[in-house]
């Protein structure tokens, strides 16, 4: 199946708090109230940011966000540096996939350093530095795998939750 969605995970619990992880990311949104299945806020026509706080990490998902990004290499975005900074004393990641353009990427931050970056534009790689080093021909599945591993969830199990357990936010509020 080919995936459109992006994200960043963060290692924390944040006290179970998904307006605590827009604030430390420095995201301006408002929690709208709603909540959806995980399942909702992978779809390509998912238009708010979702948050999940599950054990001890924070997942939020967000098709516009990581293209504040650089996927380019040794190059730094000011949302680079904001994951760069938060990273020494949260680790964590922000990725996108889309299937539908075979393009992917990964930048993963820790200890205030970015430690792990890839990106591959229509097929093309052009960044891989790090521990992700996917064969071409199962990028996609490689890099869910990838973020099984970092976050200690399973997406399989995620997808197949009926329970709303994404906080809803909007630019506007209510």
């Not at 998904?18 to 408002?30: E, F, Q, T, Y």
């Not at 790090?130 to 099984?148: H, I, K, N, R, Y």
Request: hydrophobic share 40%.
């Amino acid at each position: 199946m080919a995936w459109k969605f992006g994200g960043i995970y963060l290692k924390h619990s944040f006290n179970g708090d998904p307006v605590l992880a827009l604030n430390r990311l420095d995201v301006h949104k408002r929690f709208c109230y709603e909540r959806a299945r995980f399942s909702v806020t992978v779809s390509s026509t998912f238009e708010p940011t979702a948050i999940g706080l599950i054990d001890n990490v924070a997942l939020m998902h967000d098709n516009v966000l990581p293209y504040d990004h650089s996927y380019d290499a040794d190059t730094y975005y000011p949302a680079d540096h904001r994951l760069m900074v938060l990273s020494r004393e949260i680790e964590n990641v922000v990725f996108y996939l889309d299937g539908i353009t075979n393009s992917y990427g990964l930048a993963h931050f820790r200890n205030g350093e970015r430690i792990t970056h890839f990106s591959q534009l229509s097929g093309e790689v052009i960044v891989q530095e790090g521990d992700f080093a996917p064969d071409a021909t199962s990028v996609e599945t490689q890099l869910l795998t990838w973020l099984d591993t970092f976050t200690g969830l399973s997406f399989n199990k995620l997808m197949q939750d009926d329970e709303p357990i994404m906080a809803l936010f909007t630019d506007t509020g209510f």
